[in-house]
């Protein structure tokens, strides 16, 4: 007995070991899924976060997720649905009432006479009343014409109001993009520039331990480095900074890698004639069209308000179906119907000459709508030549500094030679990195304002 005890105790321990080492592996296969899942659900979070764009794909990013020009299309929807309530003005109109009455309780209304007393009418003491009503306007001194004419050209405007919105914030977009494509530029030259720099000083601190620079020599070329580095790390803050207004700009998470996939080429157009483009700029500005939308608006303003010199001529129709029916004499207590026509004309004959004082007003709002049409066309003529003259100075810069930089690479490529060869002296191969730096950087800067001038012109003619 005592052995089959054993037995048993030693079964139930084994039982308990291979169960246990069961929920271990078990407990070790769900934590390693979970981890798994963990890391593929944060690798997906990542490439989420990344996004390479091209500046198309900018521009439609933007151009979708923008609250502003959804707000501003919201404003054409909104008078788009302006003209449809104003066109309503001009057809009849159908209406109900009913009502419920329950007056007091009085005698009836009776006739003595020598035989006797005669109940001519009787107290109905409850009251229903259903009336329809129809009503068409007929003449009302083209004041619903004008109204709806006013309504068209005000949804009009505000329809060009968008495109304007559309216009600003697509070239506020392409500026983000290629600010942040100068900042990456910027930041590459600048890692070129550090890494020459790194070589120059490995050669100087060989030359010096031949004894052929001294100390000092060593010193200047660091110094050097040290500014260099400096100038990295605010090129780096620059590309964070110029990626997070990008974000901004298109409506995406600030935190969003973002990657230029764009390029920018350099093809010297030739542009059209200065007078072409501003007689463009004139048919093309969605500021001049809606102005000159706003000025047919303002004339048809001041019609409406000189209708109130004409005669108001209306046609209504009334089915009364009440009880009683008070047309229906002695009355009864049951349901009747009844009909009636009215052609009616008012015409207000005096009114102290508050029409010719509100004529007055819309005549002088026009006014001012015809000086501010003036002054947007002065301004579209000033940034089309400004931007024109930009376009045309960003190419020359453009050229300028293609060779300059040719020139510039030559020079470090010639002194940096000599001075391996202990010809020149640090101080030029610190001149010749500087020179080629900012020849560099001049030409990105050129690149950049060259694309940039580009879509200012392109903006300023309307396109």
């Known amino acids: 007995m005592e052995e089959i005890n054993i037995v048993k105790i030693v079964i139930k321990k084994r039982s308990w070991r291979l169960n246990n080492k069961m929920n271990m592996n078990k407990n070790m ?241 030739e542009l059209a004639d200065l007078d072409d483009l501003v007689n463009k700029a004139n048919e093309k500005r969605a500021e001049l069209k809606a102005a000159s939308l706003r000025i047919k608006t303002s004339e048809a303003n001041i019609g409406a308000v000189k209708s109130a010199w004409y005669p108001q001529i209306f046609l209504t129709g009334d089915y009364n179906y009440n009880r009683p029916n008070s047309r229906i004499y002695p009355n009864r207590d049951q349901f009747d119907g009844t009909w009636d026509v009215t052609l009616g004309l008012s015409f207000n004959i005096w009114n102290w000459g508050a029409t010719g004082r509100q004529a007055e007003q819309a005549e002088a709002q026009l006014s001012q709508t015809i000086d501010a049409m003036g002054s947007i066309k002065d301004g579209i003529t000033l940034e089309v030549t400004q931007n024109y003259l930009n376009f045309q100075q960003t190419k020359e810069k453009i050229s300028i500094s293609e060779l300059a930089v040719k020139q510039a690479d030559e020079n470090l490529r010639i002194t940096s030679e000599k001075f391996k060869g202990g010809l020149a002296l640090s101080s030029e191969v610190v001149d010749a990195d500087a020179a080629l730096l900012q020849a560099k950087i001049n030409h990105t800067n050129s690149m950049v304002e060259y694309e940039l001038a580009k879509a200012s012109l392109s903006k300023a003619i309307g396109e």
């Not at 004008?146 to 216009?167: F, H, P, R, V, W």
């Open 29 to 269: 296969t769900n934590k390693y899924i979970i981890g798994m899942a963990f890391l593929l659900f944060a690798g997906f979070a990542n490439a989420q976060d990344k996004l390479t764009l091209t500046v198309e794909d900018a521009l439609q990013t933007g151009l979708k997720n923008s609250k502003t020009l959804h707000s501003s299309l919201m404003k054409v929807k909104s008078s788009e649905a302006k003209v449809k309530e104003t066109n309503t003005s001009q057809l009849p109109t159908l209406s109900f009432t009913g009502s419920y009455t329950r007056l007091s309780s009085v005698d009836p209304f009776a006739l003595n006479t020598p035989f006797g007393s005669f109940n001519i009418s009787s107290a109905i003491l409850n009251n229903y009343g259903m009336k329809l009503s129809v009503s068409q306007p007929i003449f009302t001194g083209f004041k619903i014409e004008n109204g709806i004419k006013m309504a068209e050209l005000s949804a009009g405007a505000t329809q060009e109001d968008y495109n304007k919105d559309k216009s600003e914030l697509s070239y506020n977009i392409k500026n983000a993009y290629w600010s942040l494509f100068k900042a990456k530029q910027m930041k590459t030259v600048l890692d070129e520039t550090v890494e020459q720099i790194k070589a120059h000083l490995t050669d100087a601190q060989n030359l010096m331990q031949q004894g052929m620079l001294t100390n000092n020599d060593v010193l200047k070329i660091e110094v050097q480095l040290s500014d260099a580095l400096f100038k990295q790390s605010d090129a780096k803050n620059a590309v964070r900074l110029a990626a997070i207004g990008l974000n901004n700009t298109i409506g995406i998470p600030l935190n969003t890698e973002t990657e230029i996939k764009s390029t920018i080429e350099f093809k010297g157009k």
